[in-house]
C-alpha cells in the first residue's frame, strides 16, 4: 500500500495517451500503475497502438553472420558477452555521442516503421546523426507505430465525461494520433482546451514537449530528467502543489 507521502497527485485524474498492450501493460500499463499509486485517477487514452512485425520482416537477421558486420554489436572483447552501452543523457543524441566515432562501421538500428501517421523526427534525426559521426546506420524494422483509430479520443469529448485535471504526452505520435481522433468525431484541440480550460498538459522530457509543440500544443509541464516516467509526475505534482500558481492549485470540477 502507498505510504501517505507517495501520494503526491491524490485524486488527480490524469489522461494519458501512451499506448497499451492489449493485455493492459507495456508503457501504458507501467505509467498507469504509477499513477495509481501517487493516488491518481488514471484516465487511458492511448492514441497510438504497437503492433510486432510479421517474423519474416526480420527473418534475413537471423540467418548465420548475418549480424557480423555490424561493429556497435561487437563491444566488448569478449564474445560470450554483450555489452549495454547507456547513454548519459537518455536521448537519441546522446545515444550518438556514446557510441563515438563510427569511421565507416555499421550499426544495426532497430527502430519503429510507422503507419497512417507522419514520422516523428526523432529516428531520422537520430539516424542522421549517427551518419554525420561516421557510422553506416542500417534500419532495421522493430514493429509498427500506428493511429489507434478514429474512437481514440472518445473519453475525452463524450457529453459526460468528467474534466481531467491533467493529461500526459509520452510522444509526439500521441498528440498526432490525439488530434487525428478529435478530428474525426467533429472536435478540435483549441475546442478541447475550452472545454477543460485548467487542463494541465504535461510532456515526458525536452525531446517530447518540441514535438507536442510542433503540432500547436502549448505544453505547460516538462520533465528535465525523463530516464522514467516517475520524473514526469514528480513535475506534474510539484506544478499542483500550494507553491505554484493558483491555476493548478485545486482539481477541476
Known amino acids: 500500500m ?3 507521502e507517495t501520494l503526491s497527485l491524490a485524486g488527480r485524474r490524469v489522461a494519458f495517451t501512451t499506448p497499451q498492450t492489449t493485455s493492459g501493460g507495456g508503457y501504458g500499463g507501467r505509467l498507469h500503475e504509477l499513477l495509481r499509486q501517487r493516488g491518481a485517477q488514471p484516465l487511458p487514452v492511448p492514441t497510438i497502438a504497437i503492433r510486432a512485425h510479421e517474423p519474416d520482416r526480420l527473418r534475413p537477421l537471423l540467418l548465420p553472420g548475418a549480424l557480423d558486420p555490424f561493429a556497435a554489436l561487437a563491444l566488448c572483447r ?6 549495454v552501452l547507456v547513454p548519459d543523457v537518455p536521448i537519441p543524441a546522446g545515444l550518438v555521442e556514446a557510441l563515438g566515432r563510427g569511421s565507416g562501421r555499421r550499426v544495426l538500428c532497430p527502430v519503429p516503421d ?5 514520422e516523428p523526427p ?3 534525426d537520430f539516424l542522421a546523426g549517427l551518419e554525420a559521426a561516421g557510422w553506416v546506420a542500417v534500419r532495421a524494422p522493430a514493429y509498427t507505430t500506428c493511429w489507434a483509430g478514429p474512437g481514440c479520443a472518445e473519453v475525452l469529448v463524450a457529453p459526460d465525461a468528467t474534466a ?4 500526459v504526452f509520452t510522444s509526439s505520435s500521441e498528440v498526432e494520433g490525439l488530434l487525428k ?3 474525426a468525431m467533429g472536435w478540435s484541440w483549441p475546442r478541447l482546451r475550452a472545454r477543460w480550460p485548467d487542463m494541465v498538459v504535461a510532456a515526458h522530457g525536452p525531446v517530447t514537449a518540441d514535438g507536442v509543440r510542433r503540432l500547436g ?5 516538462v520533465s528535465s530528467r525523463f530516464s522514467s516516467f516517475h520524473r514526469v509526475l514528480d ?8 507553491k505554484h500558481s493558483s491555476r493548478f492549485s485545486t482539481t477541476s470540477c
Open 235 to 242: 513535475s506534474l505534482a510539484a506544478t499542483f502543489s500550494p
Open 78 to 83: 569478449d564474445p560470450g558477452r554483450v555489452t
Open 217 to 221: 500544443i502549448e505544453v505547460d509541464v
Open 181 to 183: 481522433g478529435l478530428d
Open 114 to 118: 510507422v503507419d497512417g501517421l507522419r
Open 2 to 4: 502507498a505510504q501517505p
Open 122 to 124: 526523432v529516428v531520422p
Open 164 to 167: 481531467p485535471d491533467a493529461i
